[in-house]
């Protein structure tokens, strides 16, 4: 193994130096995110090959400017609800007209994440409260989870203009028309999904679940002989170059309200994902390299746009695919770049491939998401930081089930202040923290007066981050008003 301090090189050297680690890891990487990127998409709206459109861009385009050397870019299912929002509000009931004037919001959202990093706003990630955050991304859990259950059964019943709590309480009606057939190889590949990370043999560990389900499915559903007596319930893709053209249709700012609203979410919602995977990765890069936050904004914010303009869905810097690239070796940008390489590659050569796929299946990969991002752990954790924590976190979860994402972290944000306000927090340092800073030869010291809380942790973080490597750092909080509420 390397020296720490041997850090690996980037550009076309780090391509010679690093091509075995790199490739094998974009590999694995390539057979995790292929049958996720079919089914963030079909869970989206959108047609099914556009989600590899975007793993294809985010992989061989973006991999080559990105300000993060391990982050994978690609379709998240945590913009699932975003996206399938906009088709359904712009389409009203036409999937197709939805999806081009969606296309439309996505192009402006992609430059709004080109301006946030030109002007610096990697830090905007400081400003959201933890709580309201992890809030947001169970609440998306649950959308999942709702919105794939009928998939998962391939039910005959209708769940058009259904919100999240009218879906789970359509659920006995589901299960009384579901597909038996369908509905076993979902249950099967469900069973492997949240069993897999149990196994032990760590040779058997290494193969990615998803290739274990799309190896049983696919014969599965050829034995039960799906393509004669139940075509629907496969994925459908087509070809790529027929697909690919100018998709996106900004007719939508007729519209102005909606249009705003959505070019606001995807450009928030997307880049906080992002800003907390490349935070998350950097953590576990064995090298401890710091990213440029910034430059990976622009660099995500230009394949949106790009992607946007052909039709695809937007991209993040995907944590799941992100963490197995860097469990399986990767070194440098380059294995970002081998992922993408190896779904375009299986795409022109092995499309039919695809379109035996069930899409229970897809639906039992993003149902093992949606569990992980709303499993009971992030209840029991937020409560131990306290109930104030719990309270917010709540809140987040409850207006984003009954509104939409946007209005559920602004309640999550609100109930934060209030919260601050309450346990006795000035008003005048809800946004402006008095901080002091004083050093001696060898230390630094920083005195933080009335309250250290969210809204006002980017005034005091400009001060951590004036401190010159190096020195010991003292933070004193004795002249705060304290509470149970853990800061962010």
């Not at 869905?313 to 294995?335: D, Y």
């Amino acid at each position: 193994m390397k020296n720490k301090l041997e850090l690996p090189k980037d550009g076309i050297a780090g391509l010679k130096e690093n091509f075995s680690s790199d490739a094998v890891s974009g590999f694995i990487v390539f057979l995790l995110a292929l049958p996720l990127s079919l089914g963030i998409a079909k869970a989206s709206d959108f047609p099914p090959i556009m989600g590899l459109l975007t793993a294809i861009v985010g992989g061989i385009v973006v991999s080559i400017f990105s300000g993060s050397r391990l982050t994978i870019k690609g379709p998240a299912a945590g913009l699932i609800v975003i996206v399938a929002g906009a088709v359904a509000e712009f389409g009203k009931g036409d999937n197709v007209l939805g999806w081009h004037l969606a296309l439309g919001a996505m192009v402006v959202a992609g430059l709004v994440q080109i301006l946030f990093g030109v002007f610096k706003l990697g830090k905007l990630m400081d400003f959201f409260p933890l709580s309201a955050v992890h809030g947001m991304l169970a609440a998306i859990g649950l959308i999942i989870i709702g919105k794939q259950i009928p998939v998962f059964l391939h039910t005959s019943v209708s769940t058009k203009g259904k919100g999240p709590l009218e879906l789970f309480a359509s659920i006995p009606e589901f299960v009384s028309h579901l597909d038996p057939k369908a509905t076993v190889i979902g249950v099967v590949s469900l069973a492997i999904m949240m069993g897999w990370p149990f196994i032990k043999n760590p040779i058997i560990k290494k193969i990615p679940a998803p290739l274990v389900v799309l190896a049983l499915a696919i014969p599965a559903e050829l034995y039960m002989n799906f393509q004669t007596i139940a075509p629907d319930a496969l994925v459908k893709i087509g070809s790529l170059a027929d697909n690919i053209k100018l998709n996106a249709s900004f007719e939508g700012l007729n519209e102005s309200g909606i249009f705003i609203k959505f070019v606001i979410m995807f450009a928030l919602v997307g880049s906080l994902e992002s800003l907390l995977t490349v935070k998350a990765m950097d953590m576990l890069d064995p090298y401890k390299r710091k990213s440029d936050a910034n430059k990976d904004l622009i660099a995500t914010g230009i394949g949106n746009t790009v992607v946007a303009f052909l039709g695809g869905l937007p991209m993040i810097s995907e944590v799941a695919r992100s963490s197995a690239n860097i469990a399986n070796g990767a070194k440098t940008r380059w294995a970002n770049f081998f992922h993408g390489f190896f779904i375009l590659l299986f795409v022109l050569i092995a499309a039919k491939l695809i379109e035996l796929i069930p899409n229970t299946a897809l639906a039992a990969m993003l149902i093992t998401v949606g569990i992980k991002l709303t499993h009971p752990k992030e209840f029991i954790h937020t409560f131990q930081k306290g109930k104030e924590q719990l309270l917010i976190f709540l809140v987040t979860i409850i207006f984003t089930l009954v509104e939409d994402l946007l209005v559920g972290i602004a309640a999550g944000i609100l109930t934060e202040i209030l919260v601050n306000v309450f346990n006795g927090k000035p008003l005048r340092a809800i946004f402006s923290a008095p901080t002091s800073v004083s050093s001696t030869d060898d230390a630094y010291l920083i005195e933080i007066s009335d309250a250290a809380v969210f809204t006002n942790y980017l005034g005091i973080k400009r001060k951590l981050e004036s401190i010159p490597y190096g020195f010991k750092v003292t933070i004193d909080l004795s002249k705060t008003h304290r509470s149970e509420e853990h800061t962010s």
